[in-house]
C-alpha cells in the first residue's frame, strides 16, 4: 500500500508541476531502466546544493552534447564539487569513465518515479 501511495503522490506532483519527465531513450541503464521507460524527476535547485545521494539515478546535460538531456547513476563528489557519474550498462554507454567528472551545473535533478512498464513489451 506505501507503494501505491508513493506512486499517486509522484504522480500528483507531476499533474501540479513538481516532477519533470523524462523518457529514457538509450540502454546505457539497463537492466535498471529500459528504453521507452518513463521517469519522473524532481529539478534541482540552483540556489541549493542538490539533495542527491550515491547510487540515486540523476538526469543531466551531456557533457559534450549540451542539449542532450541523459539519465545516470551518481557515484559521488569529487574534492573539486564535480560530480561521478556512471552507465549501469558499460558496454552501452558514455559516463564519467569517458568524460571525467561533470560540472555540478550540469545536474538537471534527481528521479523520483521509475514508471516501469510490463517487462517484454520494451520494442
Not at 546544493?49 to 540523476?58: Q, R, S
Not at 549540451?66 to 564535480?82: A, D, N, Y
Amino acid at each position: 500500500m506505501k507503494t501505491m501511495l508513493r506512486i499517486a503522490y509522484e504522480l500528483l506532483l507531476w499533474a501540479w508541476g513538481r516532477r519533470f519527465r523524462y523518457r529514457v531513450a538509450g540502454r546505457s541503464m539497463e537492466p535498471t531502466l529500459y528504453p521507452n521507460e518513463y521517469l519522473l524527476a524532481v529539478k534541482r535547485s540552483t540556489r541549493n546544493p542538490p539533495d542527491i545521494a550515491a547510487g540515486d539515478l540523476v538526469l543531466c546535460y551531456h557533457p559534450i552534447e549540451s542539449e542532450t538531456l541523459i539519465v545516470k547513476r551518481f557515484k559521488g563528489w569529487t574534492p573539486q564539487g564535480r560530480v561521478l557519474l556512471a552507465s549501469d550498462n558499460p558496454d552501452h554507454g558514455t559516463d564519467s569513465r569517458h568524460w571525467g567528472p561533470v560540472e555540478c551545473d550540469l545536474l538537471f535533478g534527481r528521479v523520483t518515479l521509475v514508471l516501469n512498464r510490463p517487462r517484454g513489451s520494451y520494442r
